[in-house]
């Protein structure tokens, strides 16, 4: 069964340090998002990309976070720099171009700042 | 206030009981309700989807909306300790707009 992948899994950095996640959605699937988790709560959406553009970032920290999707596939989110307040649990989802209430999960980047 | 409220719980039950998971909104124009499962240290896990108001069946699980009272729940029937998890509802306006999540209600299954 396709799945989205990402990586690293776990990330630990130290506050003021630069970091990036990767995520490569499911085949064919045009539509990406990436989520940020805190412990006990709900995910809400960061940035959403339809192939290469951005669709939404309007909760997108733009002075320190940003987001790429070159060519419409794979995906990169960084942080720059990071912040105590940025551990969390940074999610990709992915979906077909019209089924974007069907939203498929990667396993997550749990990411710690010291 | 949240637009979605969801108890965190921890619920729990023995196994073959019947659970009932809800949410609340204040959004009366979202039209769209999903359930999701996350395991922990997983992504979360599509399980239901329904559309407006009315119920949704599969296998163990049933999904109930009433846009009348801005409730949504799911029910498990003969609960297992593999659902042991933390159920999340989203939700949105329409088609193509962003989910809004509940903060999850945590599930434990004793054997």
């Known amino acids: 069964e396709a799945e989205v992948a990402q990586s690293p899994r776990y990330k630990i950095t130290e506050k003021s340090q630069a970091v990036a996640f990767w995520c490569d959605p499911i085949?064919?699937?045009?539509?990406l998002y990436w989520y940020r988790q805190i412990l006990g709560q709900g995910p809400e959406l960061l940035v959403q990309?339809?192939?290469?553009?951005?669709?939404?970032d309007s909760q997108l920290p733009k002075d320190r976070f940003s987001a790429e999707r070159l060519k419409g596939v794979d995906s990169t989110l960084k942080i720059q720099p990071a912040e105590l307040g940025d551990s969390a649990m940074y999610l990709c989802a992915s979906s077909l171009r019209d089924r974007s209430n069907e939203q498929y999960f990667g396993p997550g980047t749990r990411l710690t700042v010291t | 206030q949240k637009e979605v409220e969801q108890d965190p719980g921890p619920l729990s039950v023995p196994e073959g009981a019947i659970v009932s998971l809800n949410c609340t909104y204040s959004n009366s124009a979202f039209q769209y309700f999903m359930w999701y499962r996350q395991y922990s240290r997983k992504g979360p896990e599509l399980l239901m989807y329904?559309?407006?108001?009315g119920n949704k069946e599969d296998g163990r699980f049933t999904a109930q909306v009433d846009k009348s009272s801005k409730y949504i729940s799911l029910f498990i029937r003969d609960s297992q300790p593999s659902d042991s998890a933390t159920y999340l509802c989203a939700m949105s306006v329409k088609y193509g707009n962003k989910l809004v999540f509940g903060a999850g209600t945590i599930l434990r299954v004793k054997s």
């Open positions: 085949s064919g699937h045009a539509t």
């Open positions: 329904t559309y407006s108001s």
């Open positions: 990309f339809q192939d290469e553009s951005v669709v939404d």
